[in-house]
């Protein structure tokens, strides 16, 4: 673990100083970590993890067997122990799984088998699907905000560069800026990259630069309150710490979790924070499709119309009032769906 630390900060050209800052760890345990004399707590290592690009599985696998190794070794029935432990922990691991699935088994085995379909069609290499759903999504997401350019209008912008009449520049930025937000999203995706709070900030930053240069690529710096209590947002002096313990949990429930029940929590848990003055349900959306295609999942497009837009809405209010998430849920299932079924009634019709 000692190794891993060091030379992926070492990789980033990072000093230790620098990573300190970084993740609000002191210098002398960074340095203590790398030299083998401490053990970082699980918070820290993924903290680490996160900024460094540290792939999570090793990591925790080898700070795991050090832990385990400094408790026991000179134990006289070490070994006896842990294969009762392993059994203990085999089970809690499948009783996490079922529970967390069972509310949605038959929906989730719905989207198993169209997910094998899909696949035999290439649904995730076929560029020219890749392409729709992209221009459809930042379509309806831009919708959903309030843009009123049309489908085609939004196409000539981004493939003819050209100026529609009557509609604002405002407008306009807010397709070109969200075409350069999903491409960086892509990114994230291509390189398996730890989503940070630095590239969620990115993502707000590349969205509103020229439309609110002022507020773009910050978090809020003012209180807010929300209608009739529904929950409590994020102080603005803590929406960072907020928003770095919320990517903590992803990371810690990425392998526990089914993408679909992972994705619409981590939703909830977003949109909660309000961490931006505008743009926070934008950046939600992107940010589910950027967990949904990591794991093996299309991505999903909330449409705009009244009624979709109503049954969103009512879903994630809904699910704000509940302790297990199950409207919402299901609705991100439903987009799943929707989403598939439309990936492989595109790709028969070329084929």
Known sequence: MKNMLRTARENKGLKTRELSKMVAIDQALISKFESGERRPTKNQLLKLAITLDIELAPLLISWLKEKIINEIANEDYAIEALKEAQQIILSKIALKKKSSLFLFEKEIQLIEHLKKTANALHAFSNSKLQEDLALTYLYESNRLDGNSLSKIETELILNEGQSIAGKSMHEHLDVI?????????????????????????????????????????????????????????????????????????????????????????FKIKFVTLQPFKQGTAKIARLLMNVILVKNTMTPIIIKSDADSKNTYMNSLIASMQEEKNANFTHFIIQQQEDSLRYCISFLQAVN
């Open 177 to 265: 800026n969200h075409q350069e937000a999903m491409q960086y999203t892509q990114k994230i995706i291509d390189t398996n990259t730890n989503l940070t709070v630095a590239a969620i900030l990115e993502l707000h930053q590349l969205l509103y630069r020229g439309i609110t240069p002022k507020e773009a690529g910050s978090f809020r710096t003012t209180e807010i309150t929300v209608k009739n209590n529904l929950f409590s947002p994020s102080t603005a002096k803590n929406i960072a710490t907020d928003l770095d313990d919320l990517l903590l949990w992803l990371n810690d429930n990425v392998d526990h979790l089914h993408p679909l029940i992972l994705v619409a929590t």
